[in-house]
């Protein structure tokens, strides 16, 4: 009876993973075949498979063990079960009652210990500041003891479960905090490389300057330029030949943006000369009909009189 019973649990609670659909379903038709020994060999290499869940592997051992008569391993292959998937539960509608009142007693005595070493687990992981670690430990043993069949140690586990609460609490926030923390550090490296990237500053545009040189520039053509009152300092001055050479730069609008003397013409002179040129007006030089920046040498000469 115990046997059909366990064999109901297998066949209404396994659902195969992926990939590991034909090895349980090769071990299930192993064992309605009573090849127990077969079945508990290919139990061996499924635990190795990486799709299949150890409370299911543990199920159908149970199961094989029962059919070979070996009730104690049948019985620590239960409690495996309940140890590794403390939360695994069945359904009284799908099973016998004799197999779930079974399960159960199991689980009443396992779960306690069960449920402190969760305690100890998550304890000391929030002492070595794994706040994550920690607070999955707190979350399933807050489960484990909320689950009926632990209703009768209730009393005797208050007080780990408030500590659990507390426990909990506290590293749900560290964890939010790391995430914070780890957001924000993200955050400063992504503004330090975008600081520390070379930024290409936009050159400003200099207009070119063309001369008498450039073939294809029209020159600009005089408007007004006034030369200043020549007025040497001395008669003996007046019989002096002075020459100098003036350069200007005309702009695009035809005034002069420079003047600056190559040769001084004479030192009483070359101030006066250097502001009359400033208010001195052409029409621009043009390059392809366009105004341009044009240099202008200019001979001053100022012969006796």
């Known amino acids: 009876m115990l046997t059909l019973a366990l064999l109901s649990l297998l066949l209404v609670q396994d659902v195969p993973a992926p990939g590991a659909a034909t090895g ?49 391993e049948a019985q620590q292959s239960l409690e495996r079960m309940v140890t590794g998937t403390p939360l695994y539960t069945i359904h009284e509608a799908d099973v016998s009652p004799r197999l779930v009142a079974m399960f159960r007693d199991i689980r009443k005595r396992l779960l306690p210990d069960t449920a402190r ?14 706040y994550t670690a920690a607070s999955a430990a707190f979350t399933e043993l807050l489960s484990i003891l909320a689950d009926p069949d632990m209703s009768a140690s209730a009393a005797a586990l208050a007080d780990m479960k408030m500590l659990a609460e507390g426990f909990q609490q506290l590293a ?9 923390a780890r957001a924000e550090a993200q955050a400063r490296a992504r503004a330090a490389a975008v600081s520390a990237a070379p930024v290409t500053a936009a050159m ?20 007004e330029r006034r030369m200043p009152s020549w007025n040497p300092p001395t008669q003996l001055a007046r019989t002096i030949q002075y020459r100098g050479v003036l350069e200007i730069v005309i702009s695009e609008r035809g005034t002069v943006d420079s003047a600056i003397l190559r040769d001084s013409v004479a030192a009483f002179y070359d101030d006066p000369l250097l502001a009359a040129a400033m208010d001195w007006r052409f029409r621009p030089a043009t390059r392809n009909g366009t105004p341009v920046k ?3 040498l200019l001979e001053i000469v100022h012969s006796p009189r």
């Open 24 to 72: 349980l379903t090769a071990v299930r038709h192993l064992y309605a075949a009573a090849s127990y020994e077969e079945a508990l060999a290919r139990l061996e290499t499924l635990e190795q498979a990486s799709g299949a869940e150890p409370a299911q592997l543990e199920q159908y051992r149970a199961l094989c063990l029962l059919g070979l008569g070996r009730t104690e």
């Open 117 to 130: 070493t969760l305690y100890a687990r998550g304890k000391a992981s929030f002492d070595r500041k794994q």
């Open 172 to 180: 749900e926030a560290e964890v939010a905090s790391e995430a914070k």
């Open 204 to 223: 400003p545009v200099v207009p070119a300057v063309y001369a008498d040189t450039d073939t294809d520039v029209t020159p600009p053509v005089d408007i």
């Open 294 to 296: 044009y240099r202008k």
